[in-house]
């Protein structure tokens, strides 16, 4: 754990010096806690989160109709962030 801060954020990094077996793919996290919903949608439709949980079920069928738009399919440029 790279850093916590209470009620806002967990980062976590993979430790590169780690000798007993193989290093993890992911070299960084970011666990934003982002209480409302609605900045939690906003956050995937920027692409500024990679994943998020406890979306309102209309929030997720209507990310998921529009999976066809560029917006809604872009990954960020960090791969590494997630709502919750």
Same mark, same amino acid.
């Given at each position: @754990?790279?850093?916590?801060?209470?009620?806002?954020?967990?980062? &976590? *990094? #993979?430790? +590169?010096?780690?000798?007993?077996?193989?290093? /993890?793919?992911?070299?960084?996290?970011?666990?934003? @806690?982002?209480?409302?919903?609605?900045?939690?949608?906003?956050? &995937? *439709? #920027?692409? +500024?989160?990679?994943?998020?949980?406890?979306? /309102?079920?209309?929030?997720?069928?209507?990310?998921?109709?529009?999976?066809?738009?560029?917006?809604?399919?872009?990954?960020?440029?960090?791969?590494?962030?997630?709502?919750?």
């Amino acid at each position: @754990m790279t850093k916590w801060t209470p009620g806002a954020e967990v980062i &976590l *990094e #993979r430790n +590169d010096d780690w000798k007993l077996g193989p290093q /993890p793919k992911v070299k960084r996290i970011v666990w934003r @806690m982002v209480p409302s919903a609605g900045n939690r949608r906003a956050l &995937l *439709e #920027r692409g +500024d989160a990679d994943i998020s949980y406890e979306l /309102p079920n209309k929030d997720f069928v209507e990310l998921r109709e529009a999976a066809s738009s560029a917006s809604c399919r872009r990954r960020s440029p960090t791969a590494s962030s997630m709502s919750a």
